[in-house]
């Protein structure tokens, strides 16, 4: 059972609202803090939701301060509820319960008692993947999507769409297997305990960090975003062993393309690699031939170029990845370009063969 | 399966909470608002030493005034009539909605205060104290004659109450 997005995001907002009435009630000690931010890390969605509390909070202030509720009454009422106990077992403890809930009570009990159930159902989707250490686990996402998961180590891992990660946890190390696809990881940092990416035969060693593995069938595509990284070709490293002479460091802002061997470490826009993130593709100077397969990771009609020259034309932008018809349509306004669209098919073709050869949709 | 699992990722990373609706009376679109959501979120993840920051919240609190201002800094030399005024601390920032943004702030407070009358005695009481006498969460556990954990779960059933109350206004 997947609970549904607004339970979801019923669930975020309160861990947003515990952490707000944590921070307005003072200081948070080392610990408290570092859980925030890993928090906030997390996912753009409890960035969202605890800044809309924070506004939330500040409208309630204004509420508070304009309107008249005789505090001396209120406090009465309120020092009687939080100190009415409800017996939980009445006829065990052999009493009738003494007194029934006035209205409002009872209407609030509902109300937590749905809050409950959110909690419930926010534990288990939490909770779900029985993150037992020593047992793999695998995720994996369908065509067109991605995902997010707290990994049990508090280390974070994005999922983009067609991509599949292997999780093995031991005492000693943390391996995750990437099968196929694109995977971000914000690494949490535990001291002697390693976290290691093998895609295929290369390995990413993390040195604490955040990076970006793209596994495409022949290439190996590793992004630092932040701190650094070891990246070899070969067996997994003996706990004991220094790392292979050969491995390559690399640092943030920089990648490196493994093909055969690990090429030398180039800089790039890490912004452009993580945008997946939010669904956007970024593209400067691609070949055209290169930004189509991109599309077609996500999209579920294919992109077909006709003519072979065109695959290296060079194409720049930003662009929804699920899309394709905002880029189809910015392609046709190039010169070099004609689209054929049907329902099925969208073909790309240099001006001058489009001439030659009609589309025909029935191949 | 596949449509429904599609569905929840695109709303999680389209929809991206209120946060778009939290800047969207600061900002012309809501393409700008959604390019904010991100960007707040990338410079939080930048941050490697996450224990250097004394406040997280402060620090997020910053991250995004300073997109506001930056954002503000870019519209005036574009020279165009930017909804965004002097980004003059915390309180400027969080004087922004949190969820509806058919309804000003008049609306939204007006509403608030009926939720408020709503709430159970000891979560309103919790409320009042706080906000309109500004007292600790200690001087209120003292007044309600209940533990200061109390004081922290009436205040956070407070504010889901309204939440709950206010997203339904969307």
Known sequence: MTPSNEQIRLAIAEQAIEWFVQNRGGPLDREARSRFMAWLKASPVHVGEYLAIAGLARDLDTAAN????????????????????????????????????????????????????????????????????????????????????????????????????????????????????????????????????????????????????????????????????????????????????????????????????????????????????????????????????????????AIEI?????????????????????????????????????????????????????????? | MAESRKAFVERLFAHRGALQAFFYRRLRTKSDAADLVQEVYLRMLRVSDADAILNPEAYLFTVARNLLTENAAVDRRQAEAADVGEADGMQHLLDVPGFDTALDVTQRVARLRVVLKELPPQCCAAVMLQYHHELSYQEIADRLEVSPSMVNKYLQQALSHCRRRMARLR
């Open chain 1, 306 to 363: 006709e003519d072979e020259a065109l695959r290296s034309l060079p194409i720049t932008g930003v662009f929804d990845a699920y899309d394709v018809d905002s880029f189809v349509a910015s392609l046709a306004t190039m010169k070099e370009v004609v689209v054929q669209r049907t329902p099925t098919r969208i073909r790309i073709l240099s001006r001058a063969s489009a001439r030659r050869e009609p589309l025909s949709d029935t191949r």
């Open chain 1, 66 to 301: 304009t309107t008249q509720i005789p505090l001396e009454p209120l406090l009465v009422r309120a020092r009687e509820q939080a100190h009415r106990v409800v017996p939980l077992e009445p006829s065990v403890l052999g009493h009738a319960p003494v007194t029934t809930l006035p209205r409002m009570s009872r209407v609030w009990s509902l109300a937590a008692a749905a809050a409950l159930a959110f909690i419930a159902v926010a534990t288990l989707w939490l909770t779900r993947d029985g993150e037992r250490f020593g047992l793999p686990r695998t995720y994996s996402t369908g065509h067109g999507e991605q995902s997010v998961r707290a990994l049990p180590d508090g280390s974070v891992l994005h999922l983009n769409t067609d991509s599949q990660v292997t999780v093995h946890y031991s005492r000693r190390e943390r391996v995750v297997d990437l099968d196929r696809g694109q995977a971000l990881f914000q690494v949490t940092h535990q001291g002697e305990r390693g976290f290691r990416v093998a895609a295929g035969n290369t390995q990413v060693l993390d040195v604490g960090t955040q990076f970006d593995v793209y596994r495409r069938p022949g290439a190996v595509r590793v992004t630092v975003v932040e701190g650094t990284v070891a990246v070899y070709i070969g067996p997994p490293p003996m706990p004991t062993k220094p790392l292979p002479p050969a491995a390559l460091r690399v640092g943030a802002g920089y990648q490196v393309e493994v093909r055969d061997q690990v090429g030398s470490p180039r800089p790039v826009d890490a912004r452009g690699v993580v945008a997946w993130l939010k669904r956007q593709i970024v593209f400067e100077n691609e070949p055209l031939g290169e930004v189509a397969d991109e599309f077609n990771r996500y999209g579920h009609i």
